[in-house]
């Protein structure tokens, strides 16, 4: 079966600030999942980059096994 999400290898880097450092990530069809953690440590980053809304420096985004890393995000099956 295909995972819904995969965020694979993610890095996201704001000039010499580290947002995401190696991010994998896998969620199944009809999985809830909450992302929790501090301030700052990149939660709303790893999701924009999954909606589309941020590209990440390294690593890929697949919906439904289809890699949407490069597609804008009205091209996404995603809501945020």
């Keep these: 079966m295909t ?3 995969e965020a694979i290898g993610i890095d996201k880097r704001f000039g010499g600030t580290v947002a995401l450092a190696d991010v994998n990530l896998v ?3 009809r999985e ?4 929790l953690g501090a301030s700052g440590c990149g939660k709303s980053t790893l ?3 999954i909606a589309g809304f941020e590209f ?4 890929r985004v ?3 096994g289809e ?6 995000p009205h ?3 995603t809501n945020i």
């Design 3 to 5: 995972a819904a999400v």
């Design 27 to 29: 969620i199944e069809e």
């Design 32 to 35: 809830f999942v909450a992302l």
């Design 47 to 49: 999701l924009r980059i």
């Design 56 to 59: 990440p420096t390294r690593g």
């Design 62 to 64: 697949r919906i439904f």
């Design 67 to 72: 890699d949407v890393t490069d597609r804008a």
């Design 75 to 77: 091209r996404r099956p």
